[in-house]
């Protein structure tokens, strides 16, 4: 494949400070908007008079559709240009707010949340545009705070949507999905070029996209609902024996077509290949505490002898300080990245993901065990996601960063789906016998919880040491960069 043009004069680009706002609103935009209705899923049940398995579809169609939506968009921004796709990416979170707040219908609900999951294509388009934009010595530092802003943006939202509840009602939530994404379209238009880097050669490949949306579509829904139909029910096992057969044809696809949608001589690259796996662990991680820390919170302690009565509100602000870790991992991470390559911090973050685990499954009585464990975790979750870009960038040229980086959040996604489902599991499992018609889940089930998600950071420490070498891959005009040169040095 011949390799796109890339800009030369290094004085040419814009400055950080000019493009970087405009990107790192544009995450916080989709991130809060992707988790700010997780707490508040009851009482939309309740508000829209449907059942409390049903409605967890508001959380289902939007993973799914970002799973399915973020690498295509990704990839069309390779090919087209990453500035046009990623205001496309926007428009789908702006229209899906707007339509939740002009709706009462849960079934038009759940198709505002499907087009809301258009802004998981933002993850991967601002990645390529800091790649493409700014100056060299200004890119690892750049990508750090996009890919750490998404775990500020999910802290973020579970605080604002507490706030919003108690002043207005849950339209309150998608008001501000709606203003965060105009906001974010409205900086885009004024302050990101139009980027240089366009893969002219390539071409659309609608059979791999078609497969690809099939396979996720199937493994994501299998997931999600498992836990409600039975994980050895019919249903479910179909789902699954569908998800790895369409896999198995999306494979043959993307191996014969002149140019795939994902090439998966790249996909097998192993600082790509280890480098995914890690953020499938990582999804796992997250998604699934912050699952399992906000319902710990909101256990009634008279009946339980655990927990804190904690309201929605109070909740997410025991969640605000994973915000803050992961706000101040950003520049760590970059500061580690430049000086000792990716792997330090992409280690660093597993395990420190992993003690935050650990410490809540040992101490969980006082308020300050929740604050502390959260700040731990957001730490390590920042770090994680600053170095992720880095290992993949540092090995894919230029033309393929959008895709490249868009399987790796689509990986993170399916890794959430899955820690959620697990997470869901493991707490209904166990649950107290009460005279009350609610089953709430044992001391017991809950330090269940957090070891295995500290068992799944743990691992994503360890993956990193599996990728021996990186060789930076550069266009004839890009020399690598010293960062990325000494990767596992």
């Known amino acids: ?40 899923l009851p009482s939309l049940a309740a508000e829209l008079k449907v059942s409390g398995s049903d409605i967890t579809w508001l959380m289902t169609a939007n993973l799914l559709s970002a799973a399915v939506l973020t690498p295509l ?28 707040v002009c709706t009462h219908s849960f079934g038009l609900l759940v198709v505002a949340r499907v087009l809301q999951g258009a802004g998981g294509g933002v993850l991967p388009l601002a990645i390529a545009i800091v790649r493409d934009e700014l100056p060299k010595q200004k890119v690892t530092a750049g990508v750090a705070a996009i890919s750490a802003s998404m775990g500020v943006g999910s802290g973020l939202g579970l605080v604002a949507t507490g706030l919003l509840l108690e002043h207005w009602d849950y339209k309150s939530i998608f008001w501000m999905g709606l203003i965060f994404g105009l906001a974010a379209v409205a900086l885009v238009i004024l302050r990101v070029p139009s980027d240089p880097v366009v893969d002219k050669n390539g071409g659309a490949d609608p059979l791999g996209a078609l497969t690809l949306a099939g396979w996720l579509s199937a493994l994501l829904i299998a997931v999600s609902r498992g836990n409600e139909w039975g994980w050895g029910s019919t249903r479910t096992l179909g789902l699954f024996a569908v998800a790895a057969v369409v896999a198995l044809l999306w494979l043959l696809v993307e191996a014969k077509v002149a140019h795939p949608l994902v090439d998966l001589k790249m996909m097998a690259r192993p600082a790509v290949a ?89 101490r969980h009585d006082a308020e300050f065990d929740i604050y ?65 018609p609610v089953h709430l889940p044992t001391l017991n089930a809950y330090q269940n919880a957090f070891w295995v998600a500290g068992a799944m950071c743990l691992v994503a420490a360890v993956v990193p040491f599996a990728i021996r070498a990186t060789e930076p891959i550069s266009t004839p005009t890009e020399q690598p960069t010293p960062a990325l040169a000494k990767t596992d040095a």
């Open 1 to 40: 494949m011949s390799e796109a043009p890339q800009p030369t004069a290094a004085a040419a680009k814009p400055t950080s400070a000019k493009v970087l706002p405009a990107l790192i609103l544009a995450m916080l935009a989709y991130s809060v908007v992707q988790t700010a209705v997780v707490p508040i």
């Open 274 to 362: 280890f480098t995914n796996i890690s953020g499938l662990l990582i999804g796992f991680g997250m998604y699934g505490s912050f699952m399992v820390i906000s319902n710990f919170a909101q256990t009634p302690e008279k009946l339980t002898h655990y927990g804190f009565t904690a309201t929605v509100l109070h909740a997410g602000i025991m969640l605000l300080p994973s915000a803050i870790g992961s706000m101040v991992a950003a520049p760590v991470g970059a500061l580690l990245i430049a000086r000792r390559g990716p792997r330090l911090p992409l280690v660093l973050g597993g395990l420190l993901g992993a003690v935050a685990m650990a410490y809540l499954a040992l």
């Open 73 to 100: 968009l990704g990839r069309f921004g390779d090919l087209r240009g990453r500035k046009p796709v990623l205001l496309i990416s926007l428009a789908g979170l702006v229209l899906g707010s707007g339509l939740a």
């Open 372 to 436: 502390f464990s959260s700040a731990v975790f957001g730490l390590g979750v920042g770090l994680a996601y600053a170095a992720m870009p880095a290992y993949i960038n540092g090995a894919v040229p230029a033309e393929q960063s959008g895709i490249a980086n868009g399987m790796n959040a689509v990986l993170r996604t399916v890794g959430g789906a899955i820690g959620t489902a697990v997470m869901a599991a493991i707490l209904t499992g166990n649950t107290l016998k009460l005279p009350i």
